[in-house]
């Protein structure tokens, strides 16, 4: 991610905050920026660890509600249900996800074909679809070397 890509998100991130009636306090700032800065798609575990680094003090449960809250108005998006935890993406654009079934790594993957995607059904099974993600099962180069050893 280029650093005029993240500031364009930490910027924004205010706003947003505001349209969804919550303050951008300064802890939701640090853990936001952590989000922000991750390319790995880090666990709630993962993010708090990474915040502590920042604001010692700051207790599990302050990280683990604002990461629902940020879930639950739009801030971030929970990725991939093959890990034992929830894995976290900031990053709100159009996209999809590898995700390796060895080492759990999750990547993100731009496709413009996956993107136009549609289901050739109306409203299968009653559903207004509003978005469409493909997550893509498989191997990491590392996990594949690995494996050929």
């Keep these: ?3 005029e890509h993240l500031t364009e998100r930490l910027e924004s991130f205010v706003e947003r905050c505001t349209d969804a009636g919550l303050s951008a306090t300064h802890q939701r700032r640090v853990i936001y920026r952590v989000l922000a800065e991750s390319e790995d798609h880090p666990s709630p ?9 920042e604001i010692p003090s700051i207790s599990q449960a302050t990280v683990y509600n604002n990461i629902h809250k940020f879930v639950e108005v739009g801030l971030l998006e929970e990725v991939s249900k093959l890990h034992q935890t929830s894995r976290l993406d900031a990053n709100m654009e159009p996209h999809h996800h590898l995700v390796c079934v060895d080492c759990k790594k999750v990547v993100d993957y731009y496709d ?3 993107d136009k995607a549609r289901s050739r059904h109306r409203e299968p ?11 893509m099962h498989g191997l990491c180069p590392d996990c594949r070397t690995a494996e050929a050893n």
């Design 1 to 3: 991610m280029t650093a």
């Design 45 to 53: 575990e993962m993010v708090y660890e990474r915040v502590r680094r």
């Design 112 to 114: 413009a074909a996956l």
């Design 125 to 135: 099974h009653g559903f207004e679809i509003r978005r469409y993600h493909v997550e």
